[in-house]
Nanobody
Framework: VQLQASGGGLVQAGGSLRLSCVVSGRTVSSLDALAWFRQAPGKEREFVAALRRSMGTTYYGDSVKGRFTISRDNAKNAVYLQMDSLKPEDTAVYYC??????????????????WGQGTQVTVSS
């Protein structure tokens, strides 16, 4: 499985961005765990959002709950992260990740073996 993330950029606080992650090698419909993580300079990679395909359920990190939305598009074989009401503390490199089978520790980066290359998001104050 290969993942190609895009859509990052520079945005002012309060603005929005939509990140895309195009999947190749497998169909999105065959992957049960679709996720986004982020890593700010000098910090650990942290969980942002996950989608359990088979159940249609979504999960979010506390810091982004109510502002970010994860979704998928089977026709485009892609996963998205809609980010609204962005804050300077959202500045980070964002990574998409997938698993074939859902794991209860969906928030742990160690559970994912397939990662995209990352896309930079910078939010100015």
């Amino acid at each position: 499985v290969q993942l190609q993330a895009s859509g990052g950029g520079l945005v002012q606080a309060g603005g929005s961005l939509r990140l895309s992650c195009v999947v190749s090698g497998r169909t999105v419909s065959s992957l049960d765990a679709l996720a986004w993580f982020r890593q700010a300079p000098g910090k650990e990679r942290e969980f942002v959002a996950a989608l359990r395909r088979s159940m249609g359920t979504t999960y979010y990190g506390d810091s982004v709950k109510g502002r970010f939305t994860i979704s998928r598009d089977n026709a485009k074989n892609a996963v998205y992260l809609q980010m609204d009401s962005l804050k300077p503390e959202d500045t980070a490199v964002y990574y998409c990740a997938v698993r074939y089978i859902w794991n209860v520790q969906y928030y742990s980066r160690d559970q994912y073996h397939n990662w995209g290359q990352g896309t930079q998001v910078t939010v100015s104050s």
